[in-house]
């Protein structure tokens, strides 16, 4: 049973498109977070969520929306793709906001 | 503001060498302390945690002490094998719901 698992693993897709990627978690944790891993492999956060209400957004277009329905899903969302959006996001849960984090596989999002 | 950093690589060591990867961080306060692991086409994995000054944390062979005087927590094994080649990342936590990473560190083994 995958702890923290996101998809699609990879997405393609032209400038200017609308597109999502899913997480889901099913270790009863209360936080999850949405990280940006570049092709440095430089790991940067950019939100942060705690009981469903964003607690972090660390200076992200307001192209990217996130979304929480539930403890278990953090879903991020992102309008009008450009080349720069391109970057492996990876989607984590930790128990509390000090703990150390559980990280799905990755999706790897390449704009063209 | 509170940042890590960490040696840069690559690096590249034969089986059975010995390991350090250094980790120094700033920081206002008194984090938790982690190494991340990740290997190709994966999502990180937690290697090993020290919550405060003077703990040890270790898994898998791996070692690091949380030193608060040098603000320090290098990564260490004594012998490395092929299966660790990976990318290892230091990171902290101040429990404001980030963990801020390192740049990582890419290490090499080879037969």
């Known amino acids: 049973d995958t702890a923290v698992s996101q998809t699609p693993k990879y997405l393609v897709t032209q400038m200017g498109n609308d597109k999502s990627i899913k997480c889901e978690q099913n270790?009863?944790?209360?936080?999850m977070y949405w990280y940006k891993q570049d092709s440095k492999k430089f790991l940067k956060i950019m939100f942060s969520y705690n009981n469903k209400e964003l607690i972090i957004n660390e200076t992200v277009p307001n192209r990217f929306s996130p979304k929480s329905p539930d403890k278990a899903h953090l879903n991020l969302h992102i309008n009008s793709l450009e080349l720069g959006d391109s970057a492996v996001y990876f989607c984590a849960s930790s128990q509390d906001g000090r703990a150390e984090a559980f990280f799905g596989q990755g999706t790897r999002l390449t704009v063209v | 503001g509170d940042s890590v950093t960490q040696m840069e690589g690559p690096v590249t060591l034969s089986e059975e060498a010995f390991l350090t990867i250094n980790c120094t961080y700033t920081?206002?306060?008194?984090?938790?302390l982690f190494w991340y692991v990740q290997y190709p086409g994966e999502g990180l994995q937690l290697l090993l945690k020290?919550?405060?000054?003077?703990d040890k944390g270790s898994n898998k062979g791996f070692e690091a002490t949380y030193r608060k005087e040098t603000t320090s927590f290098h990564l260490e094994k004594g012998s490395v094998q092929v299966s660790d080649s990976a990318v290892y990342f230091c990171a902290l936590n101040f429990g404001g719901f980030k963990t801020i990473f390192g740049a990582g560190t890419r290490l090499f083994v080879k037969a």
């Open positions: 270790l009863g944790h209360d936080t």
């Open positions: 920081a206002t306060g008194y984090p938790s």
């Open positions: 020290a919550t405060k000054a003077d």
